[in-house]
């Protein structure tokens, strides 16, 4: 069984880097079965796709993300990180960490994310 988890620092101050990990278990992040995404859900807000990375680490963003985001991956944790520069308080968010068969860009429908972590909130207050 794949278990996807979220962590993150919690509270960010605005301007800061925002850094987040995935820990993926049941499966190793090298064998190329699945793409890991980002994706975040604002308060009263639907969820918003940020990027995807595949076990190669190739990278694929949100335009209006891609100049501030950064997804690796550690293969040998068998993690995927998430990179955000200089967030805002608009930024506040729930950030999910989802696994996919097949590559998907710009969509958040559930379904279509064979495994989701629970979510790491973050806070971005001064």
């Known amino acids: 069984q794949v278990q996807v988890q979220e962590s993150g620092p919690g509270l960010v101050k605005p301007w800061q880097t925002l850094s987040l990990t995935c820990t993926v278990s049941?499966?190793?992040?090298?064998?190329?079965?699945?793409?890991w995404s980002w994706i975040r859900q604002s308060p009263g807000k639907g969820l918003e796709w940020m990027g995807v990375i595949s076990y190669s680490g190739s990278t694929y963003y949100a335009p209006h993300l891609k100049s501030r985001t950064s997804i690796t991956r550690d293969l040998t944790k068998n993690q995927i990180t998430l990179q955000l520069l200089s967030v805002a308080p608009e930024e506040t968010a729930v950030y999910y960490c989802?696994?996919?068969?097949?590559?998907?860009?710009?969509?958040?429908?559930?379904?279509?994310?064979?495994?989701w972590g629970q979510g790491a909130q973050i806070t971005v207050s001064s």
């Open positions: 049941g499966v190793s992040i090298a064998t190329g079965l699945y793409y």
């Open positions: 989802a696994a996919s068969k097949r590559l998907i860009l710009r969509t958040t429908t559930r379904d279509l994310y064979d495994y």
